[in-house]
């Protein structure tokens, strides 16, 4: 079987959010599954030496215009939230607790935080709206609350990140196949191709 299409993303990312409304179509059209891995941004800018992008000049208010426009192009719902970026500990720790017990349900909680911020301006980064989002999925709340401040589920998305970044992993969305790197929602058409042709 043909190995699935790794999918890292933050959930403050809003390219990462665009990626997710079509990163599971694209893999089933060619017998492909996905791994969604959520990473925390943050970690990898101290590596890379990043910046959110509202923080740079001309850039921030140009990738604002340019994630609309996109967002208008797929068709996704979309407005920049009002508290932009955030920190995603909260809503990343989530998602690994879930997937330990139930991935399908990790997915579909992922894609309900990823509108709740993106499309409804939730502040996801409050652990209190990240379960209310779980609840709303499936996911018992309290028992989600107690688990985000266990020392190992805190830790997780850090190690993720880790792990991702030993990988190459800088930025979101970023897409990992065949052990080929895809950086951005603006690379799935050059993604599509690599699946459909099997690399060039």
């Not at 897409?175 to 599509?192: H, K, M, N, S």
């Amino acid at each position: 079987m043909a190995a699935p299409l790794e999918f890292y993303f933050d959930f403050s990312s809003p390219y990462g959010y665009l990626g997710s409304t079509r990163i599971d179509s694209l893999a089933s059209r060619f017998g492909r599954e996905t791994l969604w891995r959520p990473i925390l941004l943050g970690l990898v800018f101290k590596v890379t030496g990043g910046r959110p992008l509202p923080e740079l000049p001309l850039k921030g208010d140009y990738a604002r215009r340019d994630m609309a426009r996109f967002a208008r192009l797929w068709k996704v719902p979309f407005r920049v939230p009002s508290k932009f970026p955030i920190a995603t500990q909260a809503p990343a720790r989530a998602f690994y607790w879930v997937a330990d017990r139930d991935l399908a349900l990790a997915k579909g909680l992922a894609q309900a935080l990823y509108r709740a911020y993106m499309a409804e301006d939730r502040d996801i980064s409050n652990p209190e709206v990240t379960a209310q989002v779980a609840q709303s999925c499936g996911v018992e709340a309290q028992g989600l609350l107690a688990a985000l401040g266990d020392p190992a589920v805190k830790d997780r998305p850090r190690a993720e990140t880790r792990a991702a970044l030993d990988r190459g992993v800088f930025g979101s969305p970023f897409v990992i196949v065949d052990g080929e790197p895809f950086w951005g929602a603006d690379r799935f058409d050059q993604l599509e191709r690599w699946l459909a042709t099997g690399g060039w």
